[in-house]
């Protein structure tokens, strides 16, 4: 079975500090992605990247960055300078195929809540 | 336009009543789907439609109906529920249905059953 594990289940911190959200799975797949979504308090899942199995490059959007390390089964998800806007529930999801085989579904990790303190 | 539209934000029912929650979408997307989220857990997967027809049902009770009208339209029919079934229902879309699509939640309909 594929299986996605976020083990922190909250995390606090303090305005302008760096903070990084871990993120390991498990898949018998060679060809799979990899998500980040972010839950605000408002409910709705922004999507935040997409990486696939086989681009293990880092990627930079602002204060975000990601580290993938397939060697690890990583996809650690860090954001510099945190803000207080950064307080949400952060998911880690893998696209996995459901059991017919004919469609692909996500599968979520538990979630780290990001507390941000002013 | 990159949203999904979910109605309502807040239901409360009871037990023996039939209600729907609405989702749309006009981004052409062809994939539509339905998720559970209890508080404090990660969204689970209910139903998938790929081009207006049902691809995936992950064994959820008959209480629950979800139809697809057109491409742009997602409604899950609840009747006869549980309190056990108050959760955030979640609907999102996406492009296809391969791996590499990346979904787009609604804000959800909170439910609470009573």
């Known amino acids: 079975a594929q299986k996605v594990t976020q083990a922190q289940t909250e995390i606090s911190v303090v305005e302008k500090e760096d903070v990084t959200l871990d993120c390991v799975y498990e898949?018998?797949?060679?060809?799979?992605?990899l998500f980040w979504y972010k839950q605000p308090p408002s409910g709705e899942l922004v999507f935040l990247i997409r990486r696939n199995s086989f681009d293990e490059q880092n990627e930079i959007s602002g204060r975000y960055s990601w580290n993938f390390q397939k060697s690890t089964s990583s996809f650690n998800f860090t954001i510099t300078a945190s803000q207080v806007v950064d307080s949400a529930v952060y998911f880690c999801a893998l696209s996995e195929r459901n059991s017919g085989g004919s469609n692909y579904k996500l599968t979520f990790g538990k979630g780290t809540l990001l507390t941000v303190n002013p | 336009d990159t949203e999904v539209t979910q109605t309502p934000k807040h239901l409360v029912m009871g037990m023996t009543n039939k209600k729907s929650l609405k989702c749309e979408q006009h981004m052409g997307h062809r994939a539509m789907y339905w998720y559970k989220q209890k508080a404090k857990k990660p969204p689970e997967l209910m139903f998938v439609y790929s081009y207006e027809k049902l691809s995936i049902n992950e064994s959820v009770p008959s209480r629950f109906s979800p139809e697809c009208p057109n491409s742009s339209l997602l409604n899950l029919h609840l009747h006869a529920l549980q309190p056990e079934d108050s959760a955030l229902y979640l609907c999102?879309?996406?492009?296809?249905?391969?791996?590499?699509?990346?979904?787009?939640f609604g804000q959800g309909t909170r439910l609470t059953v009573v």
């Open positions: 898949t018998r797949d060679t060809t799979y992605y």
């Open positions: 999102a879309s996406s492009a296809g249905t391969t791996m590499n699509t990346e979904a787009f």
